[in-house]
């Protein structure tokens, strides 16, 4: 196949994906700009909850008592989280199972009734779900196109490869058929603004947008992507997530959470980030320590009163693109890309279809005057 005939399949192949897939490119890509500054966001759109009045915390204990005099029969406490920075301390409920049966499973986490409190008080600020609010709901179209059953996240996840592909190939097309490649570069290389915006923003984008939608398409298809990327080392495996997240928190522990923060300081100093409770499925508490230097690390605690010892870190390629997709811990000049490399895809796709609805009114003209043409050459071909 020639140079040519390669630049006419890929610019076929880059138009229909952009055309057929820009109704969901655009929320997916504008969700996931959104929510980079994922804590800023929610500040304005749920200011009740960070309505603090100070940093000071309590005893532990104190935030898990406010809490459980709000749960609803059958719930039980299965989580505590500290803020970081200024912000209300969260302890999170779980419900109590609903019998089989009694409706179609969705996806997504499990249901969660989420306390926020004062750190100096313990006061309740807000009760609220970790299924409802602004913010979920763009974790989800951004995750699922709110589509449920598992179906949404594999769409997302396909959406990513294509959006791969169209990221390759758009640099392709970019790529000048004549002079130097920063021919290429210039703003004006055709008379149309949006032509030049797409060409422009484009090329600059293609890398970053070719990371993060390979990340999306990672993080949709664990299992294929962490294949091709081999078994992890056995002390990396642990148990299925997935499980351990639907687990049912005891309803009485042998430990209380100051004493298993206790013993977990002991093995590894530092600022409790959070704790969660033993489950049915792994009796241990566990809990997140944020040492003086180096990343988050998690020490599990046996609640029958035995050795607490640090936790392996889990997640390994796969903890790595998650990081890279949402900017976590990636730093502020990461998380600018990520920003822009959300918004131009929209932008993209807005200026794709003004260049393909162009082009087709001065084909139809083209042939309009190709068919008058016609006409006249047979009307002039008769009269000789």
């Known amino acids: 196949m020639t140079k040519l005939a390669w630049r006419r399949t890929w610019f076929q192949v880059h138009k229909w994906l952009g055309l057929l897939l820009a109704v969901l490119i655009v929320p997916i890509?504008?969700?996931?700009?959104?929510l980079v500054w994922h804590d800023a966001l929610e500040k304005i759109v749920e200011p009740q909850r960070y309505a603090v009045s100070g940093e000071t915390l309590l005893a532990p204990d104190a935030y898990v008592a406010a809490a459980t005099t709000r749960l609803k029969p059958g719930d039980r406490i299965a989580q505590l989280s500290f803020p970081d920075h200024r912000g209300p301390v969260t302890v999170a409920a779980a419900p109590e199972p609903e019998p089989a049966g009694a409706g179609a499973p969705r996806g997504g986490p499990p249901p969660r009734t989420l306390f926020f409190l004062d750190p100096p008080t313990a006061q309740v600020l807000e009760v609220g779900t970790n299924r409802g609010g602004l913010i979920q709901f763009l974790h989800v179209l951004h995750g699922s196109l709110q589509i449920p059953g598992g179906w949404g996240r594999s769409i997302v996840g396909w959406i990513g490869v294509a959006m791969m592909v169209s990221a390759f190939t758009g640099l392709w097309l970019w790529w000048p058929t004549i002079g130097?490649?920063?021919?290429?570069l210039r703003w004006a290389r055709h008379p149309n603004t949006d032509t030049n915006i797409h060409q422009t923003f484009g090329f600059w984008v293609a890398l970053p947008l070719f990371v993060l939608s390979l990340t999306g398409a990672w993080?949709?298809?664990?299992?294929?992507?962490?294949?091709?990327?081999?078994?992890?080392?056995?002390?990396?495996?642990?148990p299925d997530r997935a499980a351990l997240a639907r687990a049912r928190p005891l309803e009485r522990t042998k430990l209380d959470v100051t004493s298993a923060i206790a013993r977990a300081r002991a093995t590894m100093p530092g600022k409790v980030a959070q704790v969660t409770w033993p489950t049915d499925r792994k009796a241990d508490w566990s809990v997140r320590l944020q040492p003086a230097e180096g990343p988050l690390a998690t020490v599990s605690v046996a609640d029958d009163g035995g050795v607490a010892a640090l936790a392996p870190q889990q997640g390994g390629v796969a903890r790595l693109m998650r990081r890279v997709h949402d900017g976590t811990d990636m730093g502020i000049v990461w998380q600018v890309i990520i920003f822009i490399g959300g918004i131009i895809p929209a932008v993209l796709a807005v200026t794709g279809i003004i260049m393909w609805w162009r082009a087709r009114g001065w084909k139809a003209r083209l042939a309009e005057k190709r068919k008058l043409f016609g006409v006249a050459k047979r009307v002039s071909a008769g009269g000789r």
């Open 219 to 238: 993080i949709s298809f664990p299992r294929f992507f962490g294949a091709l990327a081999g078994p992890a080392p056995q002390a990396q495996r642990g």
């Open 180 to 184: 130097r490649v920063r021919r290429g």
């Open 29 to 34: 890509c504008l969700t996931g700009s959104a």
